[in-house]
């Protein structure tokens, strides 16, 4: 009975590590960090714009994966840097910084319009 514990134990930890490198585990964002960093606030769309950037807010799962990603998968800094980038910065938080004060910007600055 040993025997069986162990071997899905193996098994299952191989399942998890295969999730989450492969990247399905991850979820699609609309933009990248480089373009949530150059975004153009318009107050004549900003209830939309809110809206847009509150979905695009990370969950702590999230961070977590990306985290994971960037650790697990160094050889994506050479072979897709951009995607590498976004990983680093969605895991320690700096996209959904940008996101925050869009949000902050677009309510402080587009108040009557």
Do not use: E
């Given at each position: 009975m040993k025997i069986?514990?162990?071997?899905g134990l193996v098994?299952?930890?191989s399942v998890i590590a295969v999730i989450f490198c492969s990247g399905c585990a991850s979820t699609s964002r609309q933009m990248s960090y480089q373009d949530i960093n150059t975004?153009?606030?318009d107050c004549n769309k900003r209830d939309e714009q809110i809206k847009m950037l509150q979905s695009m807010l990370s969950t702590r799962d999230d961070r977590l994966f990306a985290r994971f990603r960037a650790a697990f998968q160094p050889w994506k800094q050479y072979t897709?840097?951009?995607q590498y980038s976004d990983d680093v910065h969605l895991g320690?938080?700096?996209t959904d910084?940008?996101?925050i004060y869009h949000i902050q910007d677009?309510?402080?600055f587009c108040r009557g319009k």
């Open positions: 069986w514990r162990k071997y098994c299952g930890m975004f153009q606030n897709d840097p951009d320690w938080g700096t910084a940008y996101i677009l309510v402080d």
